[in-house]
């Protein structure tokens, strides 16, 4: 069963406007990912924040943890047409695995 | 530095017939998975391996087989194809496991993938 489940699955921008993913998991968490994933390639790791850690920033990239609703948010700023992509989030929650999410499918228009 | 790899990319069988799908790394990764993803599904882990040697399962491991007998390799097999199994694999791997620490250590490094269609 998947752990994190992205909200929404489909989002279209405007280029320049701001994007906001959410992700809810189920379980505690060790820490939790964000992975990009061009059209036909394969995932590319964003950012990762720890349980302990609430917000952390990566360039154009803001992501948000709040353990006490078991949910995290990735903001994109000032997309642009290249972050066409789909976004997805992982979850360790301990052992060796991470499990991913359904994903978020954006579109970014110019 | 090529990261990792994965042969083929593209693959047609008929069901009942074997494959083996092959993934190499370059960077001395402890730690290697298979992954599969399917529309609406998201990735789905059907093996891992934390060493040479060692393998274990994951959530979708039936149908399947792996063999890490070196390193920087990690074979996932199909013995019976059937067309459930058509999907898009994904190889990664990793220095740290996931859930004992939390650095760039544990972050998963994908392959291009492998187009697996099974008639």
């Known amino acids: 069963s998947q752990q994190g489940e992205e909200d929404p699955q489909a989002l279209s921008i405007q280029e320049g406007e701001n994007a906001t993913m959410n992700c809810s998991y189920k379980?505690?968490?060790?820490?939790l990912q964000w992975y990009r994933q061009n059209s036909g390639r394969g995932l590319v790791h964003l950012i990762l924040?720890?349980?302990?850690?609430r917000e952390k920033h990566s360039g154009r990239l803001r992501v948000t943890l709040d353990t006490s609703k078991k949910s995290s948010s990735l903001l994109i700023t000032a997309s642009r047409a290249a972050d066409t992509a789909s976004y997805f989030c992982?979850?360790?929650?301990?052992?060796?695995?991470?499990?991913f999410g359904t994903g978020t499918q954006l579109k970014v228009e110019l | 530095n090529a990261g990792v790899t994965q042969t083929p990319k593209f693959r047609v069988l008929k069901t009942g017939q074997s494959m083996t799908l092959l993934c190499a790394q370059d960077m001395n990764h402890e730690y290697m998975y298979w992954y599969r993803q399917d529309p609406g599904m998201g990735l789905r882990l059907i093996h891992y391996s934390v060493g040479e040697g060692t393998t274990a399962k994951g959530e979708v491991p039936d149908g399947y087989n792996v063999s890490r007998l070196k390193k920087q390799n990690f074979l996932l097999g199909l013995e019976s194809a059937a067309p459930s199994q058509t999907s898009v694999y994904f190889c990664?791997?990793?220095?740290?496991?996931?859930?004992?620490?939390?650095?760039?250590?544990?972050?998963?490094?994908f392959g291009a993938g492998s187009r697996l269609t099974v008639l």
């Open positions: 992982a979850t360790a929650e301990g052992g060796n695995k991470l499990t």
């Open positions: 990664a791997s990793s220095r740290a496991p996931q859930g004992v620490i939390s650095s760039g250590a544990n972050v998963l490094t």
């Open positions: 379980t505690s968490i060790n820490n």
């Open positions: 924040i720890r349980s302990n850690e």
